[in-house]
T-cell receptor, first 111, second 118 residues
Framework: GEDVEQSLFLSVREGDSSVINCTYTDSSSTYLYWYKQEPGAGLQLLTYIFSNMDMKQDQRLTVLLNKKDKHLSLRIADTQTGDSAIYFCAERGGATNKLIFGTGTLLAVQP | EAGVAQSPRYKIIEKRQSVAFWCNPISGHATLYWYQQILGQGPKLLIQFQNNGVVDDSQLPKDRFSAERLKGVDSTLKIQPAKLEDSAVYLC????????????????FGPGTRLLVL
């Protein structure tokens, strides 16, 4: 079956790097995504990676994909207080081709 | 470009009552999704429309939930009768629908409707 897991909470200091991890079970996933959800708001797509890539960089964001271990990570460089939010990873593809979301990681940035 | 609009933003009802949510997708988007997000969990897809046809409603509790998109634009999601466990945020999303099922296609999310069932 399809299952996506994340750690629940991460706390960092402003200016440090944050690394949010995610594991998934569906080896046929085609795309993997990172979404950001601020309090009371909908989900905002941050970045995505295709399953034949192992890294993607977009400004302060770096996505690493280890397909063998089914492990995805999101690194945020120079983390700011405005980065405080819940971050969801999601996979797409396989039998259903719909988005399967993880449980979300709450990132708290301390000034 | 206007985003996905949802209303109401908040709703409080008693169990066994009925409730309806409304979604207006981004103009021109053919695909519309309804997700349920229970507190502390990630969103779960309830139903996906392509224009006015249902693509996937496998996780929709059809004994109490219904959804329609009659003209292929706006959509309504209804719960009748509501249960305590239906308390959640109901998110609507849309995508262009041009890429079909085999290519990346961004889903744009609305702000959600927060439902509390007492």
């Amino acid at each position: 079956g399809e299952d996506v897991e994340q750690s629940l909470f991460l706390s960092v200091r402003e200016g440090d790097s944050s690394v949010i991890n995610c594991t998934y079970t569906d080896s046929s996933s085609t795309y993997l995504y990172w979404y950001k959800q601020e309090p009371g708001a909908g989900l905002q797509l941050l970045t995505y990676i295709f399953s034949n890539m192992d890294m993607k960089q977009d400004q302060r964001l770096t996505v690493l994909l280890n397909k063998k271990d089914k492990h995805l990570s999101l690194r945020i460089a120079d983390t700011q207080t405005g980065d405080s939010a819940i971050y969801f990873c999601a996979e797409r593809g396989g039998a259903t081709n719909k988005l399967i979301f993880g449980t979300g990681t709450l990132l708290a940035v301390q000034p | 470009e206007a985003g996905v609009a949802q209303s109401p933003r908040y709703k409080i009802i008693e169990k066994r009552q009925s409730v309806a949510f409304w979604c207006n997708p981004i103009s021109g988007h053919a695909t519309l999704y309804w997700y349920q997000q229970i507190l502390g969990q990630g969103p779960k897809l309830l139903i996906q429309f392509q224009n006015n046809g249902v693509v996937d409603d496998s996780q929709l509790p059809k004994d109490r939930f219904s959804a329609e998109r009659l003209k292929g634009v706006d959509s309504t999601l209804k719960i009748q009768p509501a249960k305590l466990e239906d308390s959640a945020v109901y998110l609507c999303a849309s995508s262009s629908g041009l890429a079909g099922g085999n290519r990346w296609e961004t889903q744009y999310f609305g702000p959600g409707t927060r439902l509390l069932v007492l």
